[in-house]
């Protein structure tokens, strides 16, 4: 593993992390120094020995194809030269981020608590919560808060006072808002 430092163009230095690869096995050396000497080849280098080391491993192939008449009908590609706008896209952004707009603080109306017991009932007799937010003139997401807040502080009261025999089994078990008076198995029968 090597760590090398690299200056960038605004100023900043990186930190950089290289470690070895395994890019491949070879069985002959000699093989494997042509294949380390065509990945560090400059382009027009790089395509004379990739037509050679493709005609290695194939004697025959190699006597009947001429390898000077191969590299003749294969042009070399120009290479084109690195622009900055390249270099500059393979380092990392430095990107502020976005400040959010200021929200202005949403009023919501306030039901009293004579009204909160009113609409409590009215759900609690099985009215849908659109129908009684309407009636209201709250947002139903508002009063499904206030709904739900008051099921758990109902629950909680009703496990506050501790487990009860159950109607039908004698069982002892914990009242629920669903079923106060019988346990969860006989409730289900």
């Known amino acids: ?34 294949f380390v000497a065509f990945l560090t080849l400059e382009d027009d280098a790089a395509e004379e020995d990739s037509v050679r080391i493709a005609t290695d491993g194939n004697d025959e192939v190699a006597q009947e194809l001429d390898l000077a008449q ?13 622009s900055r706008r390249k270099q500059r896209a393979q380092l990392p952004a ?59 502080q109902v629950q909680q009261h009703l496990a506050d006072g501790g487990q009860q025999p159950c109607s039908l089994c004698q069982k002892p078990f914990t009242p629920s808002i669903s ?5 969860a198995r006989c409730s289900h029968e």
């Not at 760590?3 to 002959?28: N, S």
């Open 94 to 152: 430095v990107i502020d981020k976005p400040k959010a707009p200021a929200l202005l603080p949403v009023v919501r109306p306030a039901l009293t608590d004579t009204q909160l017991d009113e609409a409590f009932g009215l759900l609690g007799g099985g009215e849908k919560l659109s129908a009684v937010a309407i009636r209201f003139g709250v947002p139903m997401s508002q009063l499904r808060g206030y709904w739900a807040q008051h099921r758990k």
């Open 179 to 183: 079923n106060p008076e019988t346990c």
């Open 70 to 82: 191969i590299a003749q009908e294969v042009a070399p590609v120009p290479s084109k030269p690195r």
């Open 1 to 34: 593993m090597t760590i090398t430092l690299r200056d960038r163009p605004d100023g900043q230095v990186e930190l950089v992390v290289q470690k070895p690869v395994v890019v491949g096995v070879l069985a002959d050396r000699d093989l494997a120094e042509r």
